[in-house]
């Protein structure tokens, strides 16, 4: 059964620095990855889709990459604003039935 | 604009009434999904359906039920079996194969 961890659990960094968020997942067999990020309170709204045969999405300041064969993905955030701030969750598509999800990095960007 | 529509964003219902959690698809997707979400966990799949008058049970089925007669649509009823049904619910739609998913804006239930 396929898991995914991201680390750290929280972060809380000053404005303007880069900084980077890991997720592991322990089945390579995926399709693509999705990085999230959710509001409090509200939905998810998709950031970057890699599909299994890509190495890395970039999508403004914001750069995602994936290592199937070791079950990694990162995503880096470049020149962070206090608008980032945010839970960003990290899911992996092996089949079917949909999205098998990371519990999760709550960011805290201080002004 | 095309998108998924949850309603209602906040529902509140008594212990041992059943509850359903609406979703409207107008993606022309052929996959719907019903996820929860609890404090500080991540997302956990309840139901999902790949075709109209099919569904199939996720991680944590019991106590909910689906039902999928058009393409469009995909509502989630919380039963009175559900132990812990106070959660937020999110519905999710996708292509075939490798399409990324695609959320509502979410349910908030709580059951008191």
């Known amino acids: 059964k396929q898991e995914v961890t991201q680390i750290p659990a929280a972060l809380s960094v000053p404005e303007g620095e880069n900084l980077v968020l890991n997720c592991s997942f322990t089945?390579?067999?995926?399709?693509?990855l999705q990085w999230f990020r959710q509001d409090p309170g509200k939905g998810l709204t998709s950031l970057l889709l890699?599909?299994?045969?890509?190495r890395e999405q970039t999508s403004g300041r914001l750069n995602a990459s994936l290592d199937k064969s070791s079950g990694r993905s990162t995503l880096y955030i470049a020149a962070s604003q206090p608008g980032d701030s945010a839970t960003y969750l990290c899911?992996?598509?092996?089949?079917?039935?949909?999205?098998?999800f990371g519990k999760g990095t709550h960011l805290i960007i201080q002004p | 604009d095309g998108g998924i529509t949850q309603s209602p964003k906040y529902l509140f219902r008594k212990e041992g009434q059943n509850v359903t959690l609406s979703c409207e698809q107008n993606?022309?997707?052929?996959?719907m999904y019903w996820y929860r979400q609890d404090p500080g966990q991540g997302l956990r799949l309840i139901y999902y359906?790949?075709?109209?008058?099919?569904?199939q049970k996720g991680d944590i089925a019991e106590g909910y039920s689906v039902s999928r007669e058009k393409k469009e649509s995909f509502p989630l009823t919380v039963t009175s079996a559900q132990k812990n049904p106070t959660a937020f619910y999110l519905c999710?739609?996708?292509?075939?194969?490798?399409?990324?998913?695609?959320f509502g804006n979410g349910t908030r239930l709580t059951v008191t």
């Open positions: 359906s790949q075709i109209v008058n099919d569904f």
């Open positions: 089945d390579s067999a995926i399709y693509n």
């Open positions: 890699i599909q299994s045969s890509q």
């Open positions: 999710a739609s996708s292509g075939t194969g490798d399409s990324p998913l695609h």
């Open positions: 993606l022309n997707h052929d996959a």
């Open positions: 899911a992996v598509r092996g089949g079917a039935d949909g999205l098998t």
